[in-house]
């Protein structure tokens, strides 16, 4: 005859009746928590959408203007640039003038 496997003293446990009407209790109001987090979550992720979408409009706007405003500076330098050569150049001319150079002489010197 064979040997039974396994120690003959050994423990054996009962198994416990398990409540299944309770476990599934327990996890339908962990699924509806969670449920409810996720709409939180999307609602909230929602607003958010707007809120980057009504910034980003803003920015545009704003990258405009500034660009605009650069234009206009640079130009206005640009025309400050030549009222200062301009300026200077009827200096130069007045000088040569006031130093007894000709006209004909002058414009032999700018050529």
Same mark, same amino acid.
């Given at each position: 005859?064979a040997r039974?496997?396994g120690s003959?003293?050994k %423990?054996?446990?009962v198994?416990?009746?398990? !409540?299944?009407a309770?476990?599934v209790?327990e996890?339908t109001?962990e699924k509806e928590k969670?449920e409810?987090?996720?709409?939180?979550l999307?609602?909230?992720? !929602? !607003?958010? @959408?707007?809120?980057?979408?009504?910034?980003?409009a803003?920015?545009?706007?704003?990258t405009k203007?500034?660009?605009?405003a650069?234009?206009k500076?640079a130009?206005?330098? %640009? @025309?400050?640039m030549?009222?200062?050569?301009k300026?200077?150049a009827e !200096?130069v001319?007045?000088?040569?003038?006031a130093s007894?150079?000709s006209?004909?002489?002058?414009?032999?010197?700018?050529?």
């Amino acid at each position: 005859m064979a040997r039974p496997k396994g120690s003959k003293n050994k %423990a054996r446990t009962v198994k416990a009746s398990v !409540d299944y009407a309770a476990v599934v209790a327990e996890k339908t109001a962990e699924k509806e928590k969670i449920e409810s987090e996720v709409a939180a979550l999307t609602a909230n992720l !929602d !607003d958010l @959408k707007t809120q980057m979408k009504a910034k980003k409009a803003e920015l545009k706007a704003v990258t405009k203007e500034l660009t605009k405003a650069e234009n206009k500076k640079a130009a206005a330098e %640009a @025309k400050a640039m030549e009222e200062a050569k301009k300026s200077e150049a009827e !200096d130069v001319l007045k000088k040569l003038l006031a130093s007894g150079m000709s006209a004909d002489e002058i414009v032999a010197k700018l050529q």
